[in-house]
């Protein structure tokens, strides 16, 4: 009868919930197609990278699925209960060790040498005890040579034997030694002293290596011991962060990689990952659909640097841009000095994106306008100088020639063409505001709101609708992927769920007076001015119509009707 594994619903995907002991043994039952990860690093996570050396069997620097299954099976075997892995702590009670397996056998036979009568073994203890094991060691030779000469032998090593090699084939006629790089040895001498040096670092090594496998021959009975506790510790961790995402979507705990909290513009990101390699984070971490801050930090007092990458899932962008200070706190509390390097612009909530066309607008009308106020800046200034230094050559010229030229009279004729040109075009405005104007006129009030608010959906609208969408389809997975996971699920990050990864700062309703504060006008005041710039403008266009006879003003055409007679015909 195949096991009845427990289900539920995390991240919008249905996915198993290790959560008695009894699933650990039946791990290697599971269909690996409903695994949410197939491998992740050793390396890089928020768990000891030890634990995960020991569950990587082939060294690869991966885990995957059939080590992990491996590694539930040992411990099902050695312990009695497998129940106890819950509590993710590196402590066990002797009497849960299954003393019918000879390796748990031999376990609880250490364990109770070093704690004596006490029932609880821990890691602390375990390594206390390894750490008080006395070796006899042989002891090292003596150095034939100062050790700045050791040094100097190895850092003139390639070249010298470059030169004394190239200084015989320079004999047989077949290369020519560089004299310039001549060394003042002979080569005798320095034959000599390498094989010196390379007879006392061969014997240090050996003796080094016999010392090393003596104190692993006292302590490696501890070995299984300080194993099983790493494993009691953080195998139940790893398996909620690689079969469901547990910790990833419960909000009282961070997953393994989940390295910090970055504090930027008033707001706390809590969706920070490590960045293991810049080029392909940078190109799958677009994927995921979300408002990406990529930051490299520093902590200049420990001499630690991480470069992250953080999700910005509640408020506004306007203050974020390349190059802004922040700080990261990492899983310990440490903080760091971090600079913002890049930014992937995705939306982070429907009220934002309304506003993404008009902030485009608004910068490319910014940006257009500085360009523009720049070139008739330069383009002024070089025309002032042309006209400056052509008016001195020219006063020069007069000077010289005793004669002042005269200057031009004015030509109205010239003139009309651009008059009349101007006057074109302000009457094709004006008749495109009296069509306007006339096809609004006599509408009733209500179909004037709904013309303000089908102006607006037209502008907003798509912005609105595309970010909808993406909110509900943001996805941690791809991120994941830069960092080395197979990950065989989605990772969403719906709306609800992003609001927890990104903390705002919320002060409370107060009522202070600013002794800075500017001075506006009253409402009544600016109620005032909109309402007569809104009559200046109707005005305008109401006394424009009125004489050029045209929208509501335009004379009435009465077709007359002539009757005839069928006998005048």
């Not at 949410?36 to 996570?45: D, E, K, Q």
């Not at 034959?191 to 670092?201: G, R």
């Not at 007069?398 to 074109?424: H, R, S, T, V, Y």
């Not at 200046?536 to 002539?562: D, H, K, Q, R």
Request: charged share 25%; proline share 4%.
């Amino acid at each position: 009868m195949a096991y009845k594994w427990t289900f539920t619903t995390i991240g919008g995907n249905t996915r198993v919930h290790i959560a008695k002991g009894e699933d650990f043994r039946h791990l290697g039952e599971l269909d690996e197609k409903m695994w949410t990860v197939l491998s992740c690093p050793t390396t890089g996570l928020e768990i000891s990278a030890h634990t995960l050396q020991l569950m990587d069997s082939d060294h690869d620097g991966k885990i995957r699925i059939d080590e992990v299954v491996a590694t539930s099976e040992y411990l099902c075997a050695v312990l009695r209960d497998p129940a106890v892995l819950l509590e993710e702590k590196d402590e066990l009670k002797i009497a849960d060790l299954n003393e019918e397996n000879a390796e748990a056998k031999q376990m609880a036979d250490i364990a109770r040498r070093i704690v004596g009568k006490e029932e609880t073994i821990n890691l602390a203890a375990v390594k206390a005890a390894v750490g008080a094991i006395s070796v006899e060691q042989k002891p090292l030779p003596e150095a034939p040579l100062a050790a700045d000469i050791i040094a100097a032998v190895h850092a003139n090593e390639a070249e010298y034997n470059a030169w004394f090699r190239s200084s015989e084939l320079e004999k047989m006629g077949l290369a020519a030694a560089d004299p310039e790089k001549q060394p003042k040895i002979a080569d005798k001498d320095w034959k000599k002293l390498t094989a010196q040096v390379a007879a006392y670092e061969a014997e240090v090594a050996a003796i080094t290596a016999a010392n090393q496998a003596a104190m692993d021959a006292a302590t490696g009975e501890y070995q299984p011991l300080i194993k099983l506790l790493h494993l009691k510790r953080d195998f139940y961790t790893l398996l909620k962060n690689y079969i469901s995402f547990q910790d990833f979507y419960n909000r009282e705990i961070k997953a393994i990689f989940q390295c910090g909290r970055l504090v930027i513009d008033q707001r706390a990101c809590e969706l920070c990952v490590r960045v293991a390699d810049a080029g392909k984070m940078g190109a799958e971490a677009a994927k995921s659909g979300m408002y990406l801050i990529f930051c490299d930090c520093e902590n200049k007092a420990q001499g630690k640097k991480m470069s992250i990458v953080a999700a910005m899932t509640q408020g506004d962008i306007h203050n974020l841009e390349v190059g802004k200070n922040c700080i990261f706190y990492d899983r310990s509390g440490l903080d760091y000095d971090a600079v913002v390097t890049k930014i992937i612009d995705n939306p982070i909530s429907i009220r934002q994106a309304f506003w993404t066309p008009y902030r485009k607008f608004a910068n490319w009308v910014a940006d257009l306008v500085n360009k523009s106020v720049a070139e008739k800046e330069s383009k002024g200034l070089e025309d002032m100088k042309a006209n400056a230094t052509a008016a001195t050559e020219k006063a020069k010229e007069n000077a010289e020639q005793g004669k002042k030229e005269a200057q031009p009279p004015f030509d109205i004729a010239k003139f009309a063409g651009i008059f009349a040109a101007l006057g074109m075009a302000l009457g094709m405005i004006g008749t495109a505001l009296a069509s306007m104007a006339s096809g609004l006129y006599g509408l009733p009030w209500w179909q004037y709101i709904v013309i303000f608010f089908g102006i607006i959906l037209v502008i907003s609208g798509p912005s609105m609708l595309l970010a909808y969408f993406k909110l509900r389809r943001r996805n941690l997975a791809p991120v994941l992927n830069a960092n080395g996971w197979a990950v065989n699920a989605e990772a969403i990050i719906n709306v609800p769920f992003g609001l927890t990864l990104t903390s705002m700062a919320k002060f409370p309703v107060l009522k202070l007076k600013d002794p800075f504060a500017e001075k506006g006008l009253p409402w009544w005041v600016k109620l005032l001015i909109v309402l007569g710039v809104l009559l200046l403008i109707c005005g305008g266009i109401a006394a424009y119509m009125y004489f050029t006879g045209t929208g509501c003003f335009a004379p009435e055409v009465v077709e007359e009707v002539v009757e005839t007679s069928v006998e005048a015909l």
